[in-house]
T-cell receptor, first 115, second 118 residues
Framework: KAGVTQTPRYLIKTRGQQVTLSCSPISGHRSVSWYQQTPGQGLQFLFEYFSETQRNKGNFPGRFSGRQFSNSRSEMNVSTLELGDSALYLC??????????????FGQGTRLTVV | AQSVTQLDSQVPVFEEAPVELRCNYSSSVSVYLFWYVQYPNQGLQLLLKYLSGSTLVKGINGFEAEFNKSQTSFHLRKPSVHISDTAEYFCAVSDPPDRGSTLGRLYFGRGTQLTVWP
């Protein structure tokens, strides 16, 4: 079974630009979450999508947005990039059996550098 | 909101020595508990999880953890470490499904860098 795939692995953008990151979850998984990892703040939750609906959102400005498609693939977008947005962005997928909460499987991440 | 405290940011240890990485969480109600490992420039890999049942949980690579409800702790242990265990380790908690509004969200500690020396 293929794991969680994130593209691209590395990205360099200029301040003020926007960026879109992609995540393909494990086949059959319908829940996708996004996390930002920085040395200063650690791992912080951005949002979670399930069946194309945002179920939960972390404490990030509106410049951070996401969506999920009918095939469960997800994208996150950051507009008007700031230097502080430089981070490793991790995507995680989960399979939900009824209401059972299963573990999250993480992708390798996208390393975003804003210059 | 949940909070997770990993008491040591760095743990150096010699190869074949035992190690314990400490984790405490804030909730007084039931939670799910996880330990993840991260190697450089990689994502997170699940080591083990506690959902319910036996308080001693065994995971991959010889790691185990003990859930202590009264002390709200979930310490990770390994009796004999290898150089290949050098990595960053993250403790995480999430709410069980009956608190569905936050279903799936993981709250992470700040991580413990384990360095194994030869």
């Amino acid at each position: 079974k293929a794991g969680v795939t994130q593209t691209p692995r590395y990205l360099i953008k200029t301040r003020g630009q926007q960026v879109t990151l992609s995540c393909s979850p494990i086949s059959g998984h319908r829940s996708v979450s996004w996390y930002q990892q920085t040395p200063g703040q650690g791992l912080q939750f951005l949002f979670e999508y399930f069946s194309e609906t945002q179920r939960n959102k972390g404490n990030f400005p509106g410049r951070f947005s996401g969506r999920q498609f009918s095939n469960s693939r997800s994208e996150m977008n950051v507009s008007t990039l700031e230097l502080g947005d430089s981070a490793l962005y991790l995507c995680a997928s989960r399979g939900l059996r009824g209401q059972a909460n299963t573990e999250a499987f993480f992708g390798q991440g996208t390393r975003l550098t804003v210059v | 909101a949940q909070s997770v405290t990993q008491l040591d940011s760095q743990v150096p240890v010699f190869e074949e020595a035992p190690v314990e990485l400490r984790c405490n969480y804030s909730s007084s109600v039931s939670v799910y508990l996880f330990w993840y490992v991260q190697y450089p420039n990689q994502g997170l890999q699940l080591l083990l999880k506690y959902l319910s049942g036996s308080t001693l949980v065994k995971g991959i690579n010889g790691f185990e953890a003990e859930f202590n409800k009264s002390q709200t702790s979930f310490h990770l242990r390994k009796p004999s470490v290898h150089i290949s265990d050098t990595a960053e380790y993250f403790c995480a908690v999430s709410d069980p499904p009956d608190r569905g509004s936050t279903l799936g969200r993981l709250y992470f500690g700040r991580g413990t860098q384990l360095t194994v020396w030869p």
